[in-house]
């Protein structure tokens, strides 16, 4: 451990040498942007070679793999889609540990099952490199503008070595204990969210069918104890708020099935540790169906529309 | 109407004059003090006269039913448990409407099915008076300290007169528009509460089960889109926060049978207008449950600790 | 009560003599000409005057409104959509009680709230006559080919009379218990059904994903503890069963917005007497939403469709 | 997979040779009695030696671990409790996988995720051996009794292999198509059989407090549309039917915390395969919040009591 500890000193004195990125989609672009704006040197790869074309434009090397990245960065982010692909990407026949080295920083910023997270912070250990979970809350927007939030797990020694590289894509960085409760962080936020936003949605609708005037109805609640970030501050009823989605048709914003995607994660941790969640479950199922009604692509305050009674007339 | 009018006009100036209060449970009996406090001379009801007594000791003139007061106050306000009662106070043998005077202000601040605010509301202009609808958000202590919010619904040209009474037992008194809207808003409300409180718990217990330190994981959720009243003013976690009832073992605050009340009365205005309230549905059976378990004394937050698990060993 | 026992008595012995029958639509209409049928001269009305000529043909005899069938008849079904119709039926200014005679029989086949029936037991009784509630099970075709079940309610001393209308127009007439009990009877099967009917849809679902055969999936859940009628009889899965809605686009049938008003019915009595009911209030905001998407006019096992996951393909 | 083909014929018609048999649990012990029974001689493991004593007093041979069992039988049954178990078993450093015999016929009567039946029938595959899943329905009676149900699934061309040994322990075995299907038909059935279950529960409840005699309730269900297993056959309110878990304080039977690891594999295949299953999935959390409220280990059917309000007055 201690030799470990010295190489990881050395390493985070040697600011601004290269730093490896792994997953140049909508989200790890704009963040590997930020380190390069920085001035990181950034080596980068990414499964579609396309994706690479305007980071290596700004000056970024491209390389073929991650066991590439791992062989001339010491410290790499990974922003990837889900599980497996963090998986391959860290033990597959051309993953980084193939030729990690000895200190290594290895932050990855994919939203995942924590129990993964900490299958790979075992395997890195092993190699004598160190793994952070960092998942990321804000979209491609504040991807761009570098105003992330970032949910830091691991050893709390190398927050600061973290730090320095993720308050360059965040504005905010906040160190949430041992290694796989940055995941635990963010999927918490985001079952709530999801359970606040589908609260609101059937709240305002029941009122505005009660006769209450929506604008009206959004300030009652956001004086009272029905407050929330979805009532306050991304308000899904159209023509309530001004800069949201819902005043857009519920275009950008967070997609519907990517919550559907972070509620499963939020499940299953649920069911391996026991944990009842039944609104949390029902919020999953809820934005389950949605995409299975044409809803995947639209920003999940859309469960507003999603929800809305609009049959004409009923008979008997 | 023109009538009605001018007398209403005429009650409104002679401010200071006799205020009737039928129902002095807990929250009517501070309630009434209140007025009393403020130099109204108060007359008042109750069908256990030994809720009376503290009143009368005070000053107010007590006497045998709605009726009388209704012939010697014309401006009233009801506070009582649920419609059957606010039905009988009203349309009763010896009810309001028997000796309501024209023009009277009639405020009604019992929780309960808008329906029967507007049935009110007919049979009361009928008889030449003016009904608003004017339940309360906070409890006894914010009865007794004079802090209740106020959701009024009903002709706005009243609205000031209300407030003028109002304004002495509570610190917002908030227009709503027409008749009913005062309870839908309140409603409303207390559904997106009882949402936000058990979806707090659920991720709150998530949270803990999967190695977050509590105070972390709240002051995570408080700055991130998560955040809602449950989390950041009345956490049901004990030991997160100071001065509300999961720090007290869940005495004092909103009982649980209260809410599983309102969130029937939610699930019935939703039914009647066929809205799909999924979250909110859920959220009344789970109230529900918690009061048939034995929860129905305790503060609402207690859901954390019925969602608790704690079996201390699991088989295969 | 003697008194108006020895007239039912009488009435009783008095078969094929005038039978009222109020509320001639889809149901109405085919088991007042099952009561023609079988000989009983029928007295009948209905607010649109039109869905009394083919009956006026069949040679019953049409009168203006509910008081004048009790005029002239001594016992009455009542067939009507909704409570309030049943009320002013009953109560209203020309109404059934304005005319009825003492130890007149009055049973309603509606579905409604079994509070309401009770009310309007109480009503009938103050006038000498006798109510009783036989909601039926069984859809048109049922009715046209008089093989409903009535499940009827009310004092056990007048069943063999109700028995005796109602065995025209049905293959089963079971005694529930008090009145109100029909309704309780029919309420709590229709729950059950909905309940059995979405867990069926949700289950042949995620065993086709899970790579089962739907016949064979079927089939193993009709020999096993998951067998119930939706997976035996009414299967909801297009091709496993013949001569059912599913194989039939979801045409016929038992429509989802019927399904959707006996579930609030469901809900609101579980409302009223404090019983949690979670997977019947889950079931009827299912079927609410489904109204809301398009679903309303299809049989209720159009469920399945509508939890099918139909999403091409899914990004990050 | 010819030559395999070929080593499986001469396997199978060399009955009555060794059988191997792993997880000699409360399922497993009387399981592999059966086999001994039938004529087998059983060669068996457990992780617990005592779990041997009875069989070994039988009869069977006892040996170290699974890879022994393999290095002497080549048809070996596995009983397990858990998806992890069954990876160790197979995998592990003492597993199965270590010493087994081209053609080898491995059957695992475990209920797990479908998913890793595939990668244990995968890996198996590559050593020239054969994989059949096949979990069972009908528990500790059943099995000593020989009366379980076998879902199987695996090739077909093997299943009359797999029956000669199944139908020893079992009245039924049941094909149900490629690896993984056996699992998958037994989690499909298991959560339609907990949505039966509490819908039956809750149904029965509310019809109680409607007025409704229990026994004719059931009668009445029995012969509507509201029909299923748990009401027909093991009806969950006392004093209904005779025989069953309900009538002897919910002892025996299957307890509720199988019934939510059941429910739990259901929930992780249904997450996996973007399946909406709502009505399961809240099952789920009703059978995860009875654990935390000490019914772990009742019968599944305590539901009813666990819904049953007792609450002996309630407030305003």
Redesign the interface.
């Known amino acids: 451990m201690d030799g470990s500890f010295q190489q990881v000193s050395s390493r985070s004195m040697a600011s601004k040498t290269q730093v490896g990125f792994i997953g140049l ?2 989200m790890g672009n704009p963040m590997a942007k930020n380190l390069l704006k920085h001035g990181y040197p950034v080596i980068a790869t990414d499964v579609f070679p396309e994706s690479c074309k305007e980071l290596q434009e700004l000056g970024a090397q491209i390389v073929d793999n991650p066991a590439e990245v791992a062989d001339k960065a010491d410290r790499i982010v990974t922003m990837l ?2 599980s497996p692909n963090v998986i391959d990407v860290y033990t597959g026949a051309n993953g980084i540990l193939k030729k990690v080295k000895k200190g290594s920083l290895l932050i990855d910023s994919s939203t995942i099952d ?1 129990a993964v997270s900490k299958e790979m912070a075992l395997a890195v250990e092993k190699m004598g490199a160190v793994f952070m979970d960092a998942p990321v ?1 804000g979209g491609v927007g504040a991807a761009t503008s570098g105003k992330l ?1 970032f ?1 830091v797990g691991g050893v709390e020694e190398e927050f600061t070595a973290a730090q320095e590289l993720l308050s360059c894509m965040g504005a ?1 960085v ?1 160190y ?3 290694v ?2 940055g995941q ?2 963010k ?7 999801a ?2 936003m ?3 949605s ?6 505005i ?5 929506p604008k ?2 959004a300030k ?2 956001n ?9 306050d ?2 308000n899904p009823v159209p023509g309530v708020m001004e800069g949201v989605p819902s005043g857009n048709n519920y275009q950008g914003g967070f ?1 519907t ?2 919550m ?1 995607k972070d509620l ?1 994660l ?6 391996n ?14 934005y ?2 949605m ?3 044409g809803y ?1 692509g639209k920003d999940f305050s859309s469960v507003f529309m ?6 004409k007339e ?3």
């Open positions: 989609g909508n889609p889900s924590p809350s939030t949910m905010n906040v949430c204990g041992a796989g409760t635990a962080a999927i918490c936020n985001n079952m709530l969210l359970i606040g589908i609260g609101t059937e709240t305002m609708n029941l009122g069918r009660l006769g209450l005037d009206l109805l009652i609640l004086m009272s104890s029905g407050r929330c970030w979805s009532s501050t991304y997609g099935q990517l559907a499963g939020a499940q299953a941790t649920a069911t540790t026991k944990t009842p969640v039944p609104l949390g479950s029902l919020a999953h199922q809820i389950r169906m995409c299975a009604r995947a999603f929800l809305r009674e609009d049959e009923e008979g008997q």
